[in-house]
């Protein structure tokens, strides 16, 4: 289930790290709850409508829009029910409304454009290492974490493939700094083979690493 929420107009210049807002946001809309450490079986997008001020930061003059995505329909009839009693987000805006999106009919390919980057990071000799479309893992990787993700849900993992549209001609790699660290995604279309059930649930839960802080959601 997708849950959309529309922001209004900010009053001060909103950061250009304001994911780090999303997560604690989040985090208090759910309360206390075990998901927060665990392989994230949900992601939001990144906020849509903003200007950048020079280097300062966004403006989001028309307010923002983004969403939030769970495989557990629970987590977003929580989050409803706290924005319900406080809908104050930061930088001065507050939640103006919300609406709900239920998963798409698939068929057993799709391509998905994103609305965050896709992260994918792996630990190799003790360092991390990043991966993007031009690395002949990548597709593997992402495709692996998938699997994780649908093991972990008790669904059938059997037959899913997550691919970067290698055809896609504008590839743009963008980041953001979480909590001091610097991490770099890829904006490019995902494709995904496998049954419908597979389908959906990677259009709620996301692709990629760190989904749970804003990376590799899924439109």
């Given amino acids: 289930m997708r ?11 909103v950061p250009f790290n304001y994911q780090e807002v999303q997560v604690s946001k989040l985090h208090y809309w759910l309360g206390k709850n075990d998901i927060h450490d665990s392989l994230s079986l949900y992601s939001f997008s990144w906020l849509k409508g903003g200007k950048a001020i020079d280097n300062r930061g966004l403006d989001f003059r028309q307010g ?7 495989f557990d ?6 989050i409803i029910k706290s924005i319900q009693q406080d809908n104050h987000f ?14 798409p009919q698939f068929m057993e390919e799709n391509r998905f454009q994103v609305g965050s980057p896709v992260f994918i990071k792996r630990t190799v000799e003790g360092n991390s290492k990043f991966y993007y479309p031009s ?8 495709t692996e974490t998938l699997i994780n993700k649908l093991k972990k849900a008790n669904i059938n993992h059997k037959g899913v493939k997550v691919s970067f549209d290698e055809n896609y001609q504008n ?4 980041g953001t700094t979480y909590k001091g660290i610097q991490n770099k995604g890829t904006i490019c279309p995902i494709i995904i083979q496998g049954t419908p059930e597979q389908l959906a649930f990677a259009w709620n839960v996301g692709v990629g690493n760190s989904t749970g802080i804003g990376f590799g959601s899924l439109i």
């Fill in 3 to 13: 849950l959309i929420l529309n922001l209004s107009r900010n009053k001060v210049i």
């Fill in 64 to 70: 923002a829009q983004y969403f939030i995505s769970c």
């Fill in 73 to 78: 329909v629970d987590l977003i009839k929580q």
């Fill in 90 to 103: 930061e930088y001065g805006m507050g939640i103006t409304s919300l609406s709900l999106q239920k998963e």
């Fill in 135 to 142: 690395d002949d893992k990548a597709n593997l990787l992402l």
């Fill in 171 to 174: 590839i743009l790699v963008k």
